[in-house]
Nanobody
């Protein structure tokens, strides 16, 4: 059985930085790992995903230039570094794993989900 174990998150003032990490527990052949977020009253949206082999990345327009996703040396472990955080980045962030599709990077990277990590950015 596949489990996604998340760590990080927390509270920070606007302009600050936070880091989220995610590791897969159990066997998986996923080619994509990444992060989605869900703010109160809004639908879950893709934030950043990475191909687990090539390292190709895709970001939501709202976080480009501020967030960076990268693979760790440990297999199926990824980190999301969030800089220049804004109050509108406040949300529950979910780690996800699935298949990487360059035509729909967020569309298929969602077979498995973590429990979520809360990120709160105050103004």
């Amino acid at each position: 059985q596949v489990h996604l174990v998340e760590s990080g998150g927390g509270s920070v003032q606007a302009g600050g930085s936070l880091t989220l990490s995610c590791a897969v527990s159990g066997y998986t052949s996923s080619t994509c790992m990444g992060w989605f977020r869900e703010a109160p009253g809004r639908e879950r949206e893709g934030v950043a995903v990475i191909h687990t082999d090539s390292g190709s990345t895709h970001y939501a327009d709202s976080v480009k230039g501020r967030f960076a996703i990268y693979k760790e040396n440990a297999e199926y472990t990824v980190t999301l570094r969030m800089n220049s955080l804004k109050p509108e980045d406040t949300a529950m962030y979910y780690c996800a794993a699935g298949s990487y599709n360059r035509w729909s990077p967020f569309g298929m990277c969602n077979n498995f989900w973590g429990k979520g990590s809360l990120v709160t950015v105050s103004s």
